[in-house]
């Protein structure tokens, strides 16, 4: 069964960090891009970040939101994505998802391609931002 | 950034009824838009991908269609379970953008 669970939640301070952690089994970890999306209380879904694969080249992208203050790693050994969190602010406090940036390929009335879907996810950490 | 506009925001039905939502995009992503469900304290659940592929194990009642601005997701025949928040979401470039939900619920 393919999971992702994660981990490293809680309450923190203004102006500190926290790191998440996503620990996945089920499927070959290494062959997968990763995305953050973390979902404010009462609001809607936010993307906060990816990491590709090595394969392709094992960067990072992120929301301007949080560019500069976060950093997506990952340790494919251990099959671990993490969310490293610095300056954090009260506007972060949020549950943050991981999920797999699953790329396959498919057959559209338009032709075939290669599409990317957020599949599957995390049971979510809350990550409270408050003094 | 792609912005996205989902409608409408928020949905009453009844059960057996047909409900469509749409997701708008502002520019053309083709057909890199997936729909998501996401029920009360839980994770979102993928339902379709690349516009009209569903899911493996979602049942058929739910459809998307759609390419280039314009997209289409609909419950047939609703189901007691259906009665959850919706989300657009395009893949076609970062920063992944997210439609701002339709919270269906029971009329």
């Known amino acids: 069964e393919v999971q992702l669970v994660e981990s490293g939640g809680g309450l923190v301070q203004p102006g500190r960090s926290l790191r998440l952690s996503c620990t996945a089994s089920?499927?070959?970890?290494?062959?997968?891009?990763m995305s953050w999306v973390r979902q404010a209380p009462g609001k809607g879904l936010e993307w906060v970040g990816f990491?590709?694969?090595?394969?392709?080249?094992?960067?990072?992208e992120y929301a301007a939101s949080v560019k500069g203050r976060f950093i997506i790693s990952r340790d494919d050994s251990k099959s671990i994505a993490y969310l490293q969190m610095n300056s954090l602010k009260a506007e972060d406090t949020a549950v943050y998802y991981c999920?797999?940036?699953?790329?396959?390929?498919?057959?559209?009335?338009?032709?075939?391609?290669?599409?990317?879907?957020?599949?599957?996810w995390g049971q979510g950490t809350l990550v409270t931002v408050s003094s | 950034d792609i912005q996205m506009t989902q409608s409408p925001s928020s949905l009453s039905a009844s059960v057996g009824d047909r409900v469509t939502i749409t997701c708008r995009t502002s520019q053309s992503i083709s057909s890199y838009l997936n729909w998501y469900q996401q029920k009360a304290g839980k994770a979102p659940k993928l339902l379709i991908s690349?516009?009209?592929n569903l899911q493996s194990g979602v049942p058929s009642r739910f459809s998307g269609s759609g390419s280039g601005t314009d997209f289409t997701f609909t419950i047939s025949n609703l189901q007691r379970e259906d009665f959850a928040t919706y989300y657009c979401q395009q893949s076609y470039s970062t920063p992944y953008t997210f439609g701002q939900g339709t919270r269906l619920e029971i009329k």
């Open positions: 999920t797999r940036d699953t790329l396959d390929v498919v057959v559209v009335p338009d032709g075939i391609g290669d599409y990317t879907w957020l599949d599957p």
């Open positions: 089920g499927f070959n970890f290494g062959d997968d891009a």
């Open positions: 990491i590709r694969s090595k394969a392709y080249g094992g960067t990072t």
């Open positions: 690349a516009a009209s």
